[in-house]
Antibody, heavy 122, light 116 residues
Framework: EVQLVQSGAEVKKPGESLKISCQASGYYFSTNWIDWVRQVPGKGLEWMGIIYPGDSDTRYSPSFQGQVTISADKSINTAYLQWSSLKASDTAMYYC???????????????WGQGTMVTVSS | QAVLTQSASLSASPGASASLTCTLRSGINVASYRIYWYQQKPGSPPQYLLRYKSDSDKQQGSGVPSRFSGSKDASANAGILLISGIQSEDEADYYCMIWHSRASAVFGGGTKLTVL
């Protein structure tokens, strides 16, 4: 079964750092792009950025550039999303998704992780 | 003006059909884009429904019933998700998406479908 399994919910204080993970199974991790999508409670979906695990080619939405870092470790089929200094406005559900294949980064998101809820509160 | 605009809500009766629209901002030609559609039920991650650019460039998500289909209205510069034979289980939020400039994905604001 093709699936993306994300790390558990996090509760952090403003200014703290955080790295959440997304482990893939059931397919060849290196050849599909992994995207990250944010959903603030009660709101819509926002695309954050994308990584190609095969060579770690990474691109960000202008809205999230400089705010987060996306990385991947293909040896353990895992992608990451990290913050160096969290803000209350980062409180949201974060989804990793399987995206395009090979050279086509601009694919549909056919597999979604279960989501990681990040709560930032003093 | 948002890149993609969706109606906030829509109601439909069981067995009826519903058209959910996704209007592209003026200056962005719907003919040039693949429109992706996702369904999200409360407490669950979104699920991929389908992709539509043209009748020769379309894709149904794995396991997605054929009563979900895509089309375009060029005169309205919009993508359309048509749901036929609506069932109670179709009550959900529906999001459209395109890959826009600077190779960024953009989502519409979502339409909440209520099955009365």
């Amino acid at each position: 079964e093709v699936q993306l399994v994300q790390s558990g919910a996090e509760v952090k204080k403003p200014g703290e750092s955080l790295k959440i993970s997304c482990q893939a199974s059931g397919y060849y991790f290196s050849t599909n792009w992994i995207d990250w999508v944010r959903q603030v409670p009660g709101k819509g979906l926002e695309w954050m950025g994308i990584i190609y695990p095969g060579d770690s080619d990474t691109r960000y939405s202008p809205s999230f550039q400089g705010q987060v870092t996306i990385s991947a470790d293909k040896s353990i089929n895992t992608a990451y999303l990290q913050w160096s200094s969290l803000k209350a406005s980062d409180t949201a559900m974060y989804y990793c998704v399987r995206g395009g294949y090979g050279n086509d980064a601009q694919g549909g998101f056919d597999i979604w992780g279960q989501g990681t809820m990040v709560t930032v509160s003093s | 003006q948002a890149v993609l605009t969706q109606s906030a809500s829509l109601s439909a009766s069981p067995g009826a059909s519903a058209s959910l629209t996704c209007t592209l901002r003026s200056g962005i030609n719907v003919a040039s884009y693949r429109i992706y559609w996702y369904q999200q039920k409360p407490g669950s991650p979104p699920q991929y429904l389908l992709r539509y650019k043209s009748d020769s460039d379309k894709q149904q998500g794995s396991g997605v019933p054929s009563r979900f289909s895509g089309s375009k209205d060029a005169s309205a510069n919009a993508g359309i998700l048509l749901i036929s034979g609506i069932q109670s289980e179709d009550e959900a939020d529906y999001y459209c998406m395109i890959w826009h400039s600077r190779a960024s994905a953009v989502f519409g604001g979502g339409t909440k479908l209520t099955v009365l």
